[in-house]
């Protein structure tokens, strides 16, 4: 990985921070509360080659800086290092035949809309069940966490495709 | 050992992954309101920080209601001296020469209604004498009770919080209970431990018990909404309409009981000897 790519994930693990808890913390999408998790854009886009432990640790800082912002000790960091530890599986499982390109990166433009959202959806479900189901500490109001995970996915989905196409780079 | 080394490895991912989830969920679990550390909260100086800034850009754009809340309220506190007033002469009217619960003024800066845990953050702290265990009002009644504070900041365990459990009484005939949030609403609350042979009707006032010593007595909470016979047990089950909107508060007091001292210290002392 060149040092450019490193500087770009660096600045993009701070602004993305700094979205999350100054705009989409305040974003109530419907009257359940359910607020765009765009931070795990990073985990997203973290390029291929990253190493796989790496991850995990950024993402437990990446988690815990947002749970430090929005008082949720502990809640932001599980779920961020859950979808941190899927994610090679992921990758794996939807690579192409001949695996991934050399120099591309997890984005639409390299992968295809299709296989973006596959793979964005994936990780986005398993951050909202972890997500959810450990705010709600249990299964008493399982049809509330449920509809919870299925409106947040979506809308954050629907947020991070979208982002992908007004932040629009190589 | 080299063959420990060799599974550690081997398995470093999976091992890596495992303490940082123990970390995360031991953080989530032990979380106890009365032992927060201010430092790994909102109110820390750097979130602090940027919520006040993020704030007093906000406030520009809701002036125009903030200033009818805070009409209103005096127009309240007028009503209330015109009584004072009248009842002066009186003599069963008590005056009592020091101020037992002192009011700071604050400003709500960042605010959460939905989660499990909800906490505030105010633009009050230690320089500005707020303590833990602080009582925090809105002009409509109870709102929370400081968890932490830091210099210029303090965490605000709100009453929307499912860990934090407020002794409360029915008004009108002095019977009290727990009030507590079910994590569900953001404008209702539960109301236990109130015997079924009492007399309760939906519209009852709620408030504050005083028996708390974070509270002084009499403090509005909210109105009874719904009541329900239990089965189990000789309670009720009733729901509480909360008076405060948590969703738009933005202007609080913080109540110091100068007294909290004395009558925590009376209780302890009671509770060794007995």
């Given at each position: 990985m060149s040092i450019n790519i490193i500087y770009r994930n660096i600045i993009r693990f701070f602004i993305l921070i700094f979205l999350q808890i100054f705009i989409f913390n305040n974003i109530n999408v419907t009257s359940f509360g359910i607020i765009p998790f765009v931070y795990i854009l990073y985990i997203i886009l973290s390029?291929?080659?990253?190493p796989n432990w790496l991850l995990l640790i950024t993402a437990f800082f990446l988690g815990l800086l947002i749970d430090i912002f929005s008082d949720t000790l502990g809640l932001n960091s599980s779920a961020s290092v859950l979808i941190a530890f899927i994610r090679p599986w992921i990758l794996n499982s939807l690579s192409p035949r001949d695996g991934y390109e050399v120099s591309?990166?997890?984005?639409i433009y390299y992968q295809g809309l299709v296989w973006f959202i596959k793979y964005a959806a994936i990780l986005i479900l398993f951050h909202q069940i972890a997500y959810y189901f450990l705010d709600a500490f249990g299964f008493d109001n399982l049809g509330l966490t449920l509809i919870k995970v299925i409106i947040g996915s979506f809308i954050t989905l629907s947020i991070i495709v979208l982002s992908q196409y007004i932040v629009y780079r190589k | 050992m080299n063959t420990l080394l060799k599974v550690i490895v081997r398995f470093h991912f999976l091992l890596i992954f495992i303490i940082l989830e123990t970390i995360s969920l031991s953080l989530f679990i032990s979380e106890d309101i009365n032992k927060k550390n201010v430092v790994y909260s909102s109110a820390n100086v750097v979130s602090g920080y940027f919520y006040n800034k993020i704030n007093n850009w906000r406030s520009y754009f809701i002036l125009a209601k903030e200033n009818e809340d805070l009409r209103a309220e005096n127009l309240k506190l007028k009503n209330d001296i015109q009584i004072i007033e009248k009842n002066k002469?009186?003599?069963?009217f008590q005056k009592s020469d020091s101020l037992q619960y002192p009011y700071i003024a604050a400003k709500v800066i960042n605010n959460t209604v939905y989660k499990g845990k909800n906490y505030m953050t105010i633009d009050k702290g230690k320089l500005d004498g707020v303590d833990k265990d602080c009582g925090i009002i809105g002009n409509e009644g109870i709102v929370g009770v400081v968890a932490a504070v830091s210099n210029r900041y303090a965490l605000v365990v709100s009453?929307?919080?499912?860990r934090l459990a407020l002794s409360a009484k029915?008004?009108?005939?002095?019977y009290f209970g727990t009030l507590k949030w079910n994590?569900?609403?953001?404008r209702f609350a539960e109301f236990t431990?109130?015997?079924?042979h009492t007399n309760i009707n939906i519209g009852d006032t709620v408030v504050s018990s005083?028996?708390?010593?974070?509270f002084p007595e009499g403090i509005n909470l909210g109105v009874i909404y719904k009541v329900e016979t239990s089965e189990?047990?000789?309670?009720y089950d009733l729901k509480v309409k909360l008076s405060t909107d948590f969703k738009s508060i933005r202007n609080v007091y913080v109540i110091k009981n100068l007294q909290r001292k004395e009558q925590i210290n009376l209780e302890n002392l009671a509770e060794d000897e007995y």
């Open positions: 390029p291929f080659e990253t591309t990166f997890p984005r | 002469d009186n003599k069963s009453l929307l919080n499912e029915i008004k009108k005939n002095n994590a569900d609403d953001y431990e109130i015997p079924n005083g028996f708390s010593a974070i189990s047990n000789n309670f």
